[in-house]
């Protein structure tokens, strides 16, 4: 197990990292998504929710690498928290996913628009996915956010915006434009329900 997973792996759901900034900071998650629900903004409060869900999915599988591999999970969350759910998530990252498809989502231009001539749905899928990348690489600069496998590097971004990140807006913007409010329950419920199934599973395994 190298260093960085030993590091990460002991704050997992250690109860006495807990911060009460985490009370406010949940406010202000609830507040985004009420304000969303105030205006029937259905297309911008389901993408945040599917941008969310696509983030836990990858999170689970993150653990479980980490638990298949007894070595490292392929990204670590370590430092200060209010709480570590997942070795590679902290209620922090948890929170800022769940505003960030809300933010994109409420930047999207109308879908026939397009910018220096290309459909903008790809071009802001490639865009974000950049920046959050380019986050991500600051965060590893600064030994919050660790990564062991060389495969997954500063030096080698493109699976980080690969995998990390391009299906998360993805999934964000096709449900922003699915056509009914009903077709988008069913693909965030589809997202969610799967997370919870692997949470089941792989929690019942002590694989998390």
Known sequence: MTEHAQAALQLVRDGSQFKWYVIPLLLVVIYVYA?????????????????WGMDGFNEIWN??????????PVWGATGPT???LLIGLNIEICFMFAIMGVAAAKMLPPKQTRIL????????????????????VV?????????????WQASFPLLIFLIGYVPFFV???WVHDLATVRAKILAVGAILGVDAA???VFGALGWL
């Open 35 to 51: 304000t969303e629900v105030e205006r029937r903004n259905w297309n911008v409060f389901f993408a945040g929710l599917a941008l």
């Open 63 to 72: 653990a479980v690498v980490f638990h298949a591999t007894g070595r490292a």
């Open 82 to 84: 209010a709480y570590q």
């Open 139 to 151: 965060l590893n600069k600064i030994g919050v956010l660790t990564w062991d496998w060389s495969w």
């Open 171 to 173: 999934v964000c913007f």
């Open 117 to 136: 001539g290309v459909p903008n749905r790809p071009v802001l899928i490639a865009v974000n996915s950049a920046a959050a990348v380019l986050v991500e």
């Open 198 to 200: 692997a949470i089941i």
